[in-house]
């Protein structure tokens, strides 16, 4: 790498507003991230919740079934196989035109959603079982105690777990650009394409994705220190 390099990365970068385009590809990437992490939350929650549900009937076996169904063809299928699925073939056959990052956020949820109801169903086992009879004691529903009782515990122990799922959806934007989001990774390749040298571009695209884990990973571990100390 030479100076003249050098000089013609900074000229894209900073003299033609080239920043412009990554940040506005980190907002993406942050935005999928976020937003993904809540939707696959908010599903993992109902599909945990409704597996829990004490019932012999045979409503209750077919949903289930249907939960398990789904979680395992999330899980068996690869997150880059899922984008081009619903960008080409799901979307375009329920007749849904939205944008493309809302198509990323809506498939980022539904791919994170069954790590999410795993990890949930885990951590709501690992909590006194005791702590459910008690609830249904004081009159809650079956519902109430799970979201009112059982759940913040089982979001306690299952933390670090919820802060891995994050930094994967996190590193997993990278592929985001295949359906045309402009993502961190897409607004640095880019830059590289435009001034034809990969090593500068492709050397701040892996620091800034490090800079975002080690960020995330602080505010786990400060959250894990605050849980313990109020516990």
Known sequence: MNRET????????????GYLLTLQGLKNTIIISILGLI?????GVIITTVKLIPSNKGWKKGINIICEVYVTI????P???????FHFAIFPLMGI????????VIIYGINSSAYMAEALRGGINSVDKGQMEA????????VQTMIKIVLPQAIKNILPTLGNEFIALIKETSVANLIA????TRSLTAIAESTYDYFIPYIMLALIYLGLVMIITALIKL???RMANNG
């Open 6 to 17: 050098i000089e013609i990365f900074i000229d894209k970068f900073i003299r033609q507003e």
């Open 39 to 43: 939707i696959g939350f908010l599903i």
């Open 74 to 77: 999330i899980r068996g299928t």
């Open 79 to 85: 997150l880059l196989v899922q984008l081009l699925l």
């Open 97 to 104: 035109n939205i944008s493309y990052l809302a198509e990323a």
């Open 135 to 142: 609830g249904r004691a004081l009159g809650f529903s079956f």
């Open 181 to 184: 989001v402009t993502d961190l």
């Open 223 to 225: 959250c894990e220190r």
